[in-house]
């Protein structure tokens, strides 16, 4: 069955880094164009950025553009989301999720002084 296992979240300060993963399996991960969307207390869910298979196509929302970098490794099954400078506004449950509409259970980001 599908399967995505999203790590990496933490609690940092504003300015600081971290780096999501999302190991997939169940379905032909190399084939499919993958996301990240994320939900902030109270708030409906956010698309973040979108990678397509050969992750020659990347894009962003306006709100991380120029701070997050999504990437992939299909050797390993494996999305990626490279967040810096972070920001409050940033805080939130990070999803990947696949073509499908399929989701992970989420990781917890917090960005707080």
């Known amino acids: 069955q599908v399967q995505l296992v999203e790590s990496g979240g933490g609690s940092v300060q504003p300015g600081g880094s971290l780096k999501l993963s999302c190991a997939a399996s169940?379905?032909?991960?190399?084939?499919?164009?993958m996301k990240w969307v994320r939900q902030a207390p109270g708030k409906g869910v956010e698309w973040v950025s979108s990678i397509n298979p050969y992750s020659t196509t990347r894009s962003y929302a306006a709100s991380v553009k120029g701070r997050f970098t999504i990437s992939r490794d299909n050797a390993k099954n494996t999305l990626y989301l490279q967040m810096n400078s972070l920001k409050p506004d940033d805080t939130a449950v990070y999803y990947c999720e696949n073509e499908d509409g399929r989701r992970g259970q989420g990781t917890q980001v917090t960005v707080s002084s």
């Open positions: 169940g379905f032909v991960f190399r084939t499919y164009s």
